[in-house]
C-alpha cells in the first residue's frame, strides 16, 4: 500500500513535471530539425495512422523518427502527471467541505482544475485520433460529377464550383490568379441529404465523416491548361468528440478563471481605493 | 557530480538523436539499399511486401495500391481501382521521366502503349518505333485526353502526375499511380524511383543495376569536386511573362550542385520542382551567379545570352547573362531519365570544366553571347 502511494506521490509531483517539460523541448527542438529534413517521413502519419507508421516509416528509419516516440513517451508520463497533480488538489478542495456553503466561491477555485482536466481530454482525443481515425486522401471530384464516400454508402456530389481570380491592378503578379475557392457539395445516404459549402479550412460535415479541401484546379486562367477539379479529404475521427469536448471544457475553465481574475482586481483596486480614502481622511483630519 | 553525470547522459541522448537530423542523401540510399527490404520509402513514394506475393505501394500522392501476382486471389480490404496485377503488361504513361523508367526496367518496348506527347515531340527511339507501328498512340494533350482512344488501348495501368483522370479511369477500371509529388524529388528519391516502379514488372535487378550505376558515377562526381579549385555560384530558373519559377534547394539539381562543390544559390528554397518565387529573390540571387541554367530550350527561345535577354527585360541584369554563363537544356535532356548518370556528370562537368577536360556535353547546351545568324 505504501508502494502504492508512494508511486502515486511520485508520478504527481510537480517537480516531475518540470523536468518533462525540460525533457519535451530538447525532444522537439531535435524533433524540429528532423521534420525539417525528413519531411517525407512524418506526412504519412496524418493518413495512415499511428500504428501502421510505426510499423513502416517509424520503424525504418528510426534514426530519425525516435524523438517522436520519446515525445509520446513523455506525453503520456506528463498526462499521468496531470492527473494525479489535478486529482490530489481536487479532493484536498472537496475534503474543505467549503463548497457547501460557498458554492460559487468554489467553482471558482476550482476553475484551473477544469482546464488541466480538458486538456487531458483533448491529449485523449489526439491519442484515439491518431489509432482509429480513417482518412481517404486524394477524392478527385469533378463538376456535377458524384463519388462514393469508401466503404459506406454516402456519395458526395460536386454541384456548383466558384473560383475566385484576382481581377485587381495593384499586384500585377496575382493577375488572373485564383484566390479563393468554394465548392457546393450535396451528400447523401438512404438516410439523410445535406447541402454545404467546402473551402479552404472550412470542412463540411456528415456525421461521422468530415470533408476537407485539399486541392483545387485551374489556379489560374492564364499558363497551364488544367482540368476544372477539387481534391478532397475525406475522414472519419473519432476523436474529434473527446478534443472538441475538451476545447469546449477548456473555454468553460478559462473564462470561469478570468472571471475569478476579475473579481479579484476589482477587490485589490476596491481596497486600495479604501485604503487610500483613510489616508487621506487622515491626513485631513490632522 | 550526480547532476553532471545526468546533464552527459542527455547530451549523449540528443547528439545521438541529432545523428538522422541530415537530408537522405545518396549515401544513405545506397545502404538501404543493399539487401532484401520489407519496407522502402522513396522520398513522397514507398514500397512495402506484406506478404510473400504481395507488395503494397504508395505512390506520389499518397494514394494505396496493391501488387499482386497475375490469377491470384486479391487481399480483402482493397477497392477494385487498388489492385494491379504483376508483371504489368500495358501501361500509359504521362511523364517523360516514368517512360525513361521503364526503358532502364527494360520494359518500354512491350508495356507501353500510351503517350501524351506526339511523335515530333519525342526524341526516345522505343517510342518514335512504337508510335511508327501503330502499337503506341498518342492520347492526346494531357488536358484533353481522348478517353476512347485510352480505352481502345485497354492500359491495366496508368503512369500519370493529373490527378483530375482518376475519376474516369476508375469508371474504367484502370488503376492510376500518381508518379509526381508535392514536394520535389531530392537526388536519392530521383536515383531511387526506379525501386518503386520494378515491382510493377517485377523487375527489381534492372532496378538495382541503374541505381548502382548512378550511385557509382555520383561517387565519381564527388572525388573529382573535392579536387575543385573553386566554388560556382549556380541558379536554376527563369523569368517568364507573369512568373519566375526555379529549382528549389530540396530538388534533385539543388542537392547535386551543393555534392559538386558548388554554390547553389536557391538552397533556400523549399517545395515543389518549378517552384515560383519573387522576382526580387531571383535578382538578389542573380548579382552574384556565376552560372544560370535556363529552364527554356533553343526551341523554345533560348538560342543565345541576347535571345534570352531579350524575352524579359529583367532577365539581362543577371549575371551569368553579361559576364557568366548560361546553359540551355538540349531536348533529349527532359527524355534522358535512363541516363541519368550522364547527366549528373554533364552538370557536374558544367560546375568544374577543369576537373572535366575533353567532356563534350550531350544535354546541356552553352548559349553564345548573340545569335550566329545575327552576327554577320
Redesign the interface.
Given at each position: 500500500m505504501n508502494i502504492l502511494k508512494y508511486i502515486w506521490n511520485l508520478l504527481g509531483n510537480i517537480n516531475l513535471m518540470f523536468g518533462l517539460i525540460v525533457?519535451m523541448i530538447?525532444?522537439l527542438t531535435?524533433g524540429y530539425?528532423?521534420l525539417k529534413?525528413?519531411?517525407?517521413?512524418f506526412?504519412?502519419i496524418n493518413?495512415m495512422g499511428f500504428l501502421k507508421w510505426a510499423a513502416?516509416?517509424g520503424?525504418?528509419?528510426?534514426?530519425?523518427t525516435?524523438?517522436l516516440y520519446l515525445l509520446i513517451f513523455f506525453l503520456a508520463v506528463l498526462f499521468v502527471n496531470t492527473f494525479i497533480c489535478t486529482t490530489q488538489r481536487v479532493t484536498v478542495l472537496f475534503r474543505k467541505q467549503s463548497f457547501l456553503s460557498h458554492k460559487f466561491r468554489f467553482i471558482i477555485k476550482l476553475s484551473p482544475h477544469i482546464m488541466h482536466y480538458a486538456l487531458l481530454i483533448m491529449l485523449l482525443g489526439y491519442l484515439v485520433s491518431y489509432l482509429s481515425s480513417e482518412t481517404c486522401?486524394?477524392n478527385?471530384?469533378?463538376p456535377e460529377?458524384s463519388?462514393q464516400i469508401?466503404n459506406s454508402l454516402c456519395e458526395i456530389h460536386l454541384n456548383r464550383l466558384h473560383i475566385d481570380y484576382y481581377q485587381g491592378e495593384r499586384l500585377?503578379?496575382m493577375?488572373d490568379r485564383a484566390i479563393d475557392v468554394q465548392a457546393d457539395l450535396i451528400i447523401k445516404n438512404k438516410e439523410k441529404i445535406i447541402t454545404g459549402r467546402l473551402g479552404f479550412n472550412k470542412p463540411v460535415w456528415f456525421f461521422p465523416y468530415s470533408i476537407h479541401l485539399k486541392?483545387f484546379?485551374p489556379k489560374s486562367k492564364?499558363?497551364?491548361?488544367?482540368?476544372?477539379?477539387i481534391?478532397v479529404i475525406i475522414k472519419k475521427d473519432p476523436g474529434a468528440k473527446y478534443y472538441f469536448s475538451g476545447m469546449l471544457l477548456f473555454t468553460f475553465g478559462l473564462l470561469l478563471y478570468s472571471f475569478h481574475w476579475l473579481m479579484e482586481r476589482n477587490k485589490i483596486t476596491k481596497d486600495s481605493l479604501l485604503t487610500l480614502n483613510r489616508t487621506e481622511q487622515k491626513s485631513m483630519e490632522n | 557530480m550526480k547532476k553532471i553525470n545526468h546533464l552527459m547522459i542527455g547530451l549523449i541522448i540528443i547528439l545521438a538523436l541529432f545523428n538522422g537530423c541530415k537530408p537522405e542523401n545518396a549515401e544513405s540510399a545506397k545502404e538501404k539499399d543493399a539487401g532484401d527490404f520489407t519496407f522502402m520509402s522513396i522520398g513522397s513514394f514507398s514500397v512495402e511486401r506484406i506478404a510473400d506475393n504481395w507488395t503494397e505501394v504508395r505512390d506520389g500522392a499518397g494514394r494505396t495500391l496493391v501488387l499482386i501476382p497475375r490469377g491470384t486471389k486479391a487481399p480483402d480490404g482493397y477497392a477494385p481501382n487498388q489492385i494491379v496485377h504483376v508483371p504489368v503488361k500495358r501501361v500509359v504513361a504521362y511523364g517523360y521521366f516514368d517512360i525513361a523508367i521503364l526503358k532502364v526496367l527494360g520494359v518500354i518496348e512491350d508495356v507501353l502503349v500510351g503517350v501524351t506527347a506526339k511523335m515530333n515531340d519525342w526524341t526516345v527511339p522505343e517510342v518514335i518505333k512504337g508510335i511508327k507501328q501503330g502499337k503506341i498512340a498518342y492520347l492526346g494533350d494531357y488536358n484533353a485526353i481522348d478517353f476512347e482512344r485510352l480505352k481502345v488501348q485497354e492500359p491495366e495501368l496508368v503512369l500519370t502526375w493529373d490527378p483530375s483522370i482518376i475519376p474516369m479511369l476508375d469508371k474504367m477500371g484502370v488503376p492510376c499511380v500518381i508518379t509526381s509529388t508535392p514536394v520535389a524529388m531530392c537526388l536519392s528519391a530521383r536515383m531511387r524511383f526506379v525501386n518503386f516502379l520494378a515491382p510493377f514488372f517485377n523487375r527489381e535487378k534492372e532496378a538495382k543495376s541503374y541505381f548502382s550505376r548512378v550511385s557509382q558515377s555520383l561517387d565519381q562526381i564527388r572525388k573529382k569536386a573535392s579536387n575543385a579549385d573553386h566554388e560556382p555560384k549556380v541558379m536554376w530558373g527563369d523569368i517568364y511573362e507573369k512568373r519566375v519559377l526555379v529549382e528549389p534547394g530540396n530538388a534533385w539539381v539543388g542537392e547535386l550542385v551543393g555534392l559538386a562543390q558548388s554554390d547553389y544559390m536557391f538552397d533556400d528554397v523549399f517545395g515543389k520542382s518549378c517552384i515560383e518565387i519573387s522576382l526580387e529573390r531571383f535578382l538578389y540571387s542573380g548579382e552574384d551567379a556565376d552560372i544560370l541554367f535556363t529552364y527554356r530550350t533553343p526551341k523554345t527561345g533560348a538560342t543565345s545570352k541576347a535571345a534570352l535577354a531579350r524575352t524579359n527585360a529583367m532577365l539581362a541584369g543577371v549575371k551569368p547573362l553579361k559576364d557568366g554563363k548560361v546553359y540551355s537544356p538540349l531536348p533529349n535532356y527532359a527524355q534522358s531519365g535512363d541516363k541519368l548518370d550522364e547527366i549528373l556528370m554533364d552538370i557536374a562537368a558544367i560546375l568544374h570544366p577543369e576537373c572535366y577536360p575533353g567532356h563534350q556535353l550531350r544535354y546541356f547546351i552553352e548559349l553564345p553571347d548573340k545569335d550566329p545568324e545575327k552576327e554577320g
Open positions: 525533457l530538447l525532444d531535435v530539425f528532423m529534413s525528413h519531411p517525407h517521413l506526412h504519412p493518413d513502416t516509416y520503424k525504418n528509419n528510426l534514426h530519425e525516435a524523438w486522401l486524394n478527385i471530384l469533378l460529377k463519388i469508401p500585377q503578379y493577375q486541392d484546379a492564364s499558363g497551364m491548361n488544367r482540368r476544372t477539379y481534391n | -
